[in-house]
Nanobody, 124 residues
Framework: QVQLVESGGELVQTGDSLRLSCAAS????????MGWFRQAPGKEREMVSA????????YYADSVKGRFTVSRDNAKNTVYLQMSSLKPEDTAVYYC?????????????????WGQGTQVTVSS
C-alpha cells in the first residue's frame, strides 16, 4: 500500500521560511518522479514544483521560482520543499504526489499517488 505523508506545514509570517517533507512508503521511491501541489480555498489545485527520479531535473511554477527549492533523498524515501520569502498568497494545503508515468516534461506528468496534504498559512 502506497503512502505519502506530508509534514511541516504551519502558520508563519510574511517573509518567513518553511520546509515541507513528504515521506513515501510502499513504493520503489527512486523510480518515481515527485511533485508538490497546492490548493487554496476556492482555487484549483496547481503544481508548485516537481523533481525527477534522480533529482537532477526540477520544475517550478513561475509564482514560486527563485523562492522554493525541491529536493529528494532517495535513501530516506523523502522529498522536500524548502520555501522562503513566503507570501500570503502561498497560503494553501500542500500535497505531495508520486508519478510513475513517463513524460518528456515534469510539468506534464500524470501523478498516480497523493498524500493527504499539510496546511501552510502565511499571515500578512
Amino acid at each position: 500500500q502506497v503512502q505519502l505523508v506530508e509534514s511541516g506545514g504551519e502558520l508563519v509570517q510574511t517573509g518567513d521560511s518553511l520546509r515541507l517533507s513528504c515521506a513515501a512508503s510502499g513504493l520503489t521511491f527512486s523510480m518515481y518522479a515527485m511533485g508538490w501541489f497546492r490548493q487554496a480555498p476556492g482555487k484549483e489545485r496547481e503544481m508548485v514544483s516537481a523533481i525527477s527520479l534522480s533529482g537532477g531535473t526540477s520544475y517550478y511554477a513561475d509564482s514560486v521560482k527563485g523562492r522554493f527549492t525541491v529536493s529528494r533523498d532517495n535513501a530516506k524515501n523523502t522529498v522536500y520543499l524548502q520555501m522562503s520569502s513566503l507570501k500570503p498568497e502561498d497560503t494553501a494545503v500542500y500535497y505531495c504526489a508520486a508519478s510513475h508515468t513517463p513524460s518528456n516534461y515534469l510539468k506534464d506528468r500524470k501523478f498516480n499517488y497523493w498524500g493527504q496534504g499539510t496546511q501552510v498559512t502565511v499571515s500578512s
